[in-house]
Structures are given as C-alpha cells and as structure tokens.
C-alpha cells in the first residue's frame, strides 16, 4: 500500500498494480486485498489504474478478476498471452464481472503483454482478438528469455519483435507500450531507448521507478518548437485544401498524406500529454 500510495503522487499517465511477477506465492491473497483496498479508497487523480492479473491458466487469475473487478479499476493487463483466446476469456469474465456489479458496459478495458516467440506468431489474432482490447505491451526481458536471446543495451536482439508490436499495434488502431528498462542507475541509457522507442512509433514505455518518470515523459512529450511546426503545416495543409491543392510546398518540403498524418500525431501527443 505505501508503493501504491507513492505512486499516486507521480503524476504518471498509468499506475499497474501488479498480482504476477513482483509477488511472491505466498503473498498472492494479502495483494489482491491490497489492490482491492487502494481501489477504493485512493485518488489516483489523473492516473489510470489497471491490474496485472496472473496469466490465463495460472490457476491464479479467477481469484484475482474476482477480488480487483468488484473495485472497478479502468483497465486489466494479460500477462504472458499467448493467442486471442487468453483475451476472449478475460473480456468474456470482466462482461459478467459489469453486469452483476451495474458497471456500464465495456468500462474496463484490456490491455495484453507481448513476451513470447508464440505470441509474436499469434500477433494477427490477437491485437483483432476483442473489442476492449486497447493496448499491446511488449515484455522484452520475458521475450528474450523465451527465445533464447542474451539482453543487451542496444536491444537489437528483441528488434524484431519490437517492430512487429508497434506494426500490429497501428493496423488494428491499438496503442504500443514499449520495453522496460532494468538499469536503473543508468537515465541517459534509458533517454535513448525511450527516444528510439517514440521514433520506432510507441505510444509510451513502461518505468519501474519513480526517478524513470521525468526521463521518459520528456521523451515521449514534443517539444514546443516540434508542436508550432507540426501546427503551422496543418494551417498551410487546411489553406491549401480549401484552395483544392492536394500536395504542396511548405518551408521548401513537398507535403503529402504521410507528413500531415505525421504532423496530426504530434498534435495529439501534444494534447494527451497536457502542452497544447
């Protein structure tokens, strides 16, 4: 409860309150009942406040929907989903889990962790598997491990799989989460692995400390010179759109679909993250 009452300050865009790895077996019952309890009685203020279940076939994850759906947290993370059906019954036991708790329908959304050669091969079925699945999350580290790689800084090891879950990611309109960082002394590393990953075209990364948050929202937040520029091409675009001009010149750059789609993405991080 103190970590969960820590993170609350954080001004963070997502708190995981986490039933799988970080718990020891024997402490399974007391953190279901602590997540439960910050459920219910913590402002979490801006923060979304999802739950990462124990996997599908855990044996684990029925006492966990059943003990955190009750409190109504806005999201569930599926760890280790290896294909659509993982995520069918997920959204199939938090459909029940609304109903019988008067909940509006499809208010607690899904999100799935990416961390298997399997689920890589499955990618197709299951970023289409369900309407309330809404992100996907790439677990590099479990990922590695699963395909025999050896972890490195440079991660090209895992680029693979990294590119094909932001790929899957934009065709079925889902966000992308990006790796985690392990090292947690070293910020300019995770500067550039944050930098690389909102290049690549994930829609933010995941940190396991306080001291990642400031590193990793700068990263992934356009500078002030990125948002007028990305604005005054989409006031040339909307001039040269009602004169009946489809590409044009602008700032000595031909302009076409892709460049203003481009520009359009950086208004909208600008707008989620509160600068525009």
Not at 22 to 46: G, H, M
Not at 87 to 96: D, L, P
Request: hydrophobic share 40%; aromatic share 6%.
């Amino acid at each position: 409860m103190r970590k969960i009452r820590k993170a609350t300050t954080l001004n963070v865009d997502c708190i995981c309150m986490d039933l799988e790895d970080a718990v020891a077996p024997s402490s399974k019952e007391l953190a279901r009942e602590t997540i439960s309890e910050a459920l219910n009685q913590l402002d979490f203020k801006r923060s979304e406040r999802l739950v990462r279940i124990n996997p599908v076939d855990s044996g684990l994850e029925i006492a966990d929907l059943e003990t955190v759906l009750p409190a109504k947290p806005d999201g569930i993370v599926i760890p280790k989903v290896g294909h659509a059906d993982h995520v069918h019954w997920v959204s199939q036991y938090i459909s029940k889990a609304e109903s019988e708790n008067n909940f509006p329908e499809s208010s607690i959304r899904l999100m799935v962790i990416i961390e298997s050669a399997k689920a890589i091969i499955n990618l197709y079925e299951i970023a289409s598997s369900d309407p309330r699945l809404e992100v996907l999350i790439f677990g590099a580290d479990d990922f590695a491990a699963d395909i025999g790689a050896t972890r490195s800084e440079s991660a090209k090891e895992v680029l693979f799989a990294r590119s094909a879950i932001v790929t899957y990611a934009a065709a079925f309109n889902l966000q992308a989460i990006d790796l985690v960082n392990i090292n947690l002394k070293d910020i300019q590393g995770l500067k550039d692995e944050a930098r690389e990953g909102a290049r690549m075209g994930y829609s933010g990364k995941q940190v396991i400390h306080p001291h990642q948050v400031d590193p990793v929202q700068e990263t992934f937040t356009p500078s002030s010179e990125s948002i007028d520029h990305a604005q005054r091409l989409m006031d040339a675009y909307k001039t040269h759109q009602e004169a009946g001009m489809g590409v044009f010149v602008f700032e000595d750059k031909m302009i076409d679909a892709p460049t203003i789609k481009a520009a359009q993405r950086v208004l909208s991080l600008a707008q989620a993250a509160g600068t525009r």
